[in-house]
């Protein structure tokens, strides 16, 4: 059974940089393409960053430029580095394994992953 953990969330200032982690265990990530959304309160989770099994990345809008997805295949890990954040970036943020039909990024409809981390808080404020 997959399990993902996510880890590297925590309190930045506004302009900071955080580097998420989204760790799996009991299956290999490697032909998989991986997605981050996030959630803010009062607000439904959108996508952030998907990484396909290959390589190729996609990004929302609001975050293009400033945030990159990565992925170490040896490590079972896919990470996604936040630089120049902003306020409004504050949410918690999940990662997530899209479903093994897709073969690229299948965009950020959360049905089409099946499964999901826990979650970890991002909080970006002076």
């Known amino acids: 059974q997959l399990q993902l953990v996510e880890s590297g969330g925590g309190l930045v200032q506004p302009r900071g940089s955080l580097r998420l982690a989204c760790a799996a265990s009991?299956?290999?990530?490697?032909?998989?393409?991986i997605g981050w959304f996030r959630q803010a309160p009062g607000k439904e989770r959108e996508g952030v960053s998907c990484?396909?099994?290959?390589?190729?990345?996609n990004y929302a809008e609001s975050v293009k430029g400033r945030f990159t997805i990565s992925r170490d295949n040896a490590k079972n890990t896919v990470y996604l580095q936040m630089n120049s954040l902003k306020p409004e970036d504050t949410a918690v943020y999940y990662c997530?394994?899209?479903?093994?039909?897709?073969?690229?990024?299948?965009?950020?409809?959360?049905?089409?992953?099946?499964?999901w981390g826990q979650g970890t808080q991002v909080t970006v404020s002076s």
């Open positions: 990484i396909s099994g290959g390589g190729s990345t």
């Open positions: 997530a394994r899209a479903r093994a039909t897709y073969s690229a990024c299948p965009g950020f409809s959360p049905n089409k992953y099946d499964y």
């Open positions: 009991g299956s290999t990530l490697n032909y998989n393409a």
